[in-house]
């Protein structure tokens, strides 16, 4: 089992940067890949960015590659989504996953991930 507490978000001006975290605690951190998925009101739950347990494999939604990047620390149970020149239509609320334990790849599916946080508020304002 794995518990995953997203942080960071924020109301933002568009052109601004923030950046979220997501930790996690429960088994080894570095046994999971995470991503980060987000929700605007009336929409589906969309993906965002993934990464394996080796930083080098990521994965981005089109939209958003040029725009943020992933990270992970494993020595804090920590990983990361660093969001620049936001845009109003990244608001949203976005969550933190993690795959099942030994499925060391990012997923851009949804349904791969089983463990979810809680969710952080991020509003650009025009």
């Known amino acids: 089992q794995v518990q995953l507490v997203e942080s960071g978000g924020g109301l933002v001006q568009a052109g601004d940067s923030l950046r979220l975290s997501c930790a996690a605690s429960?088994?080894?951190?570095?046994?999971?890949?995470l991503g980060w998925f987000r929700q605007a009101p009336g929409k589906e739950r969309e993906f965002v960015a993934a990464i394996g347990w080796s930083s080098g494999d990521t994965a981005y939604a089109d939209s958003m590659e040029a725009r943020f990047v992933i990270s992970r620390d494993n020595a804090k149970n920590t990983v990361y989504l660093q969001m620049n020149s936001l845009k109003p239509e990244d608001t949203a609320k976005y969550y933190c996953?993690?795959?099942?334990?030994?499925?060391?790849?990012?997923?851009?599916?949804?349904?791969?991930?089983?463990?979810w946080g809680q969710g952080t508020q991020v509003t650009v304002s025009s």
């Open positions: 429960g088994r080894t951190f570095d046994h999971y890949a």
């Open positions: 996953a993690a795959r099942p334990s030994g499925l060391i790849f990012p997923s851009t599916s949804r349904a791969s991930y089983v463990y």
